[in-house]
């Protein structure tokens, strides 16, 4: 292994980890999808790892066709620009949907107050009507969402780039080996996955001891929020 193969690998290892620690779109829409969706641990870390290397897989493809036919790194790097233009819009688009049918849930489920008399005697409670239906709602209305999302969330994923490896890591080792090439993908693509189910699972974890039963209701708007500002984010703000 050549000086300038270790170099790259050691920088392929840095990059993967900066830039999915920046990125807050590589982990955020996981941890609001679990949140209110309930998914498990076990679940949401399958699901960032689908997701996570469909992100990868993308690009990867791209890189090594380039490398091997020789296409100049300015025609990748702008086929790369679409991709992320196309998924950040994608993303905005399904936090917009998802935000306006959590707040359709939220309201549904708002706390109204029953009034009844018994033998002169009036009383009230406070009743959530949507709740006690909810088993039966959600299997019926909302059955082919609960399925879906997570692969819409991987559709999404697999059009984003990783917009440093091609230009910075997989273009400077094909000017070595293809063994170089392989290698360096290999490790960015495996710190970036670790990186991102990493930070989900302490992310979870984390929010796992706090309660806010005033709010629950609201989860699935926040999370499509959630979803909508890292959309935005990457468009108008390039993170």
Same mark, same amino acid.
């Given at each position: 292994?050549?000086?300038? /193969?270790?170099?790259?690998?050691?920088?392929?290892?840095?990059?993967?980890?900066?830039?999915?620690?920046?990125?807050?779109?590589?982990?955020?829409?996981?941890?609001?999808?679990?949140?209110?969706? =309930?998914?498990?641990?076990?679940?949401?870390?399958?699901?960032?790892?689908?997701?996570?290397?469909?992100?990868?897989?993308? #690009?990867?493809?791209?890189?090594?066709?380039?490398?091997?036919? =020789?296409?100049?790194?300015?025609?990748?790097?702008?086929?790369?620009?679409?991709? #992320?233009?196309?998924?950040?819009?994608?993303?905005?688009?399904?936090?917009?949907?998802?935000?306006?049918?959590?707040?359709?849930?939220?309201?549904?489920?708002?706390?109204?107050?029953?009034?009844?008399?018994?033998?002169?005697?009036?009383?009230?409670?406070?009743?959530?009507?949507?709740?006690?239906?909810?088993?039966?709602?959600?299997?019926?209305?909302?059955?082919?969402?609960?399925?879906?999302?997570?692969?819409?969330?991987?559709?999404?994923?697999?059009?984003?780039?990783?917009?440093?490896?091609?230009?910075?890591?997989?273009?400077?080792?094909?000017?070595?080996?293809?063994?170089?090439?392989?290698?360096?993908?290999? /490790?960015?693509?495996?710190?970036?996955?670790?990186?991102?189910?990493? /930070?989900?699972?302490? #992310?979870?974890?984390?929010?796992?001891?706090?309660?806010?039963?005033?709010?629950?209701?609201?989860?699935?708007?926040?999370?499509?929020?959630?979803?909508?500002?890292?959309?935005?984010?990457?468009?108008?703000?390039?993170?």
């Amino acid at each position: 292994m050549t000086p300038e /193969i270790i170099l790259l690998v050691l920088s392929a290892a840095a990059i993967a980890f900066v830039h999915t620690v920046l990125g807050p779109d590589h982990y955020l829409p996981f941890v609001a999808m679990a949140k209110a969706r =309930g998914w498990g641990l076990k679940k949401t870390i399958r699901i960032t790892v689908l997701c996570g290397t469909g992100h990868l897989a993308g #690009s990867v493809a791209l890189g090594l066709i380039g490398v091997t036919l =020789g296409i100049q790194l300015s025609s990748l790097e702008w086929m790369e620009s679409v991709r #992320s233009n196309i998924a950040a819009w994608l993303l905005i688009g399904f936090g917009l949907a998802y935000t306006a049918w959590g707040l359709r849930q939220a309201y549904r489920n708002r706390p109204h107050t029953h009034r009844h008399s018994h033998d002169g005697t009036t009383h009230e409670h406070v009743h959530r009507h949507f709740e006690n239906h909810a088993h039966v709602h959600l299997h019926e209305e909302s059955e082919d969402r609960k399925s879906l999302t997570p692969w819409v969330i991987f559709i999404i994923f697999v059009l984003g780039p990783c917009e440093p490896l091609i230009p910075l890591l997989m273009y400077p080792a094909a000017r070595e080996s293809l063994f170089g090439v392989l290698l360096v993908t290999g /490790i960015f693509g495996v710190v970036t996955v670790l990186t991102m189910t990493t /930070i989900v699972a302490l #992310s979870l974890k984390g929010m796992a001891s706090v309660k806010l039963k005033r709010f629950e209701r609201y989860y699935h708007a926040m999370a499509g929020f959630a979803i909508l500002v890292c959309g935005l984010g990457v468009t108008f703000l390039g993170i």
